[in-house]
């Protein structure tokens, strides 16, 4: 089995890394198409996206590790999804992210959505969500969370504090991704396992041995991650960068990984545009980080994922980079 490392130059955050490119085997000029794409996607960014994916997969028995950019272009991870070879799926999906990205709203390929998009692809067996620590496991936000995935044990939810989660109007059934449920007035509190009573090490072995052989592929958005290691677009959870790297090799030593993406920089530029503004709740942002600072944090960062799936992989004895069969890619988008 081959790996290719490559990144999709959306919004020019990983172009900037230049320790990051230099391991890489090809950064994809995709910056025509950053405003089209960025915290949503329009009919034509997604139908130019989709195209350059598709050329770039004239060789389908290369796996690919992706460098997305901000997590503004985490939907991006659904149309990597779809450009797989059909020998790969069906798969399960392995997402770290501070957020569950799982609303049924549109529009379609959200950074907010684009999970429950992927839930309805035939090919998805499951979803697992690790480390999620945000407000949109609040009672408030989850009208329109995929509660039949979760009741069915197809969406799988370890969060990195919460134990308990009240869903209001929902009334208790089974719910075989929970470890149990309990009536209260107006709905229903489910629990979890979370990453902080459990501990990394026992939330990556039972992840692990769960899908064990099976077809996965792992996406990370650094948001997951507390400021000390990445500095992000989002609001950021509590994953150091240590149990970050345990739970991708534990999980990655025990499957067929198909693939994978890293998303989670600080794009260079904010966000524009009203309607996105207001969308991201960033119309009242006060101000970012320094993006330098924030850029070469996120780099470090970036090096060490890297280190750790190049170390598990070759433990595997899965081949790394081979750059030639993308030698003429630079006019994907001409």
Known sequence: MSWQFFGLDIDGSIAAQTRVTERLDKTINLRALERDLRLWGNERAIRK?????RDLRIRKDFHWLSFVGSGDFHHVTALLLEALPEEFKPLSLVLVDNHPDWTHLPPAYHCGNWVSSVLHQRWVDSVVMIGQNSDDLEARNLWFS????LY??????YPYSKECIFAPLRWPRQVRAATGTERRAGG???FFKSVQSKGIEKVASEV???LAGANVYISIDKDVLSTEYALTDWDQGKLSLAELAALVQKIAASCNLVGADICGEMAPQALKGPLKLIDSARLWQ??????QEANALNQETNMRLLDTFTRT????GEAIGS????ANMDGVLA
């Open 49 to 53: 996206l989709r195209s350059a994916l």
């Open 146 to 149: 995929p509660f039949e995935d």
């Open 152 to 157: 069915a044990g197809r969406l799988k939810l």
């Open 188 to 190: 229903t509190n489910m």
């Open 208 to 210: 692990a041995a769960s």
């Open 286 to 291: 006060g101000q970012r980080h320094d993006w």
């Open 313 to 316: 992989l070759e433990a595997k």
């Open 323 to 326: 750059a030639a069969w993308l």
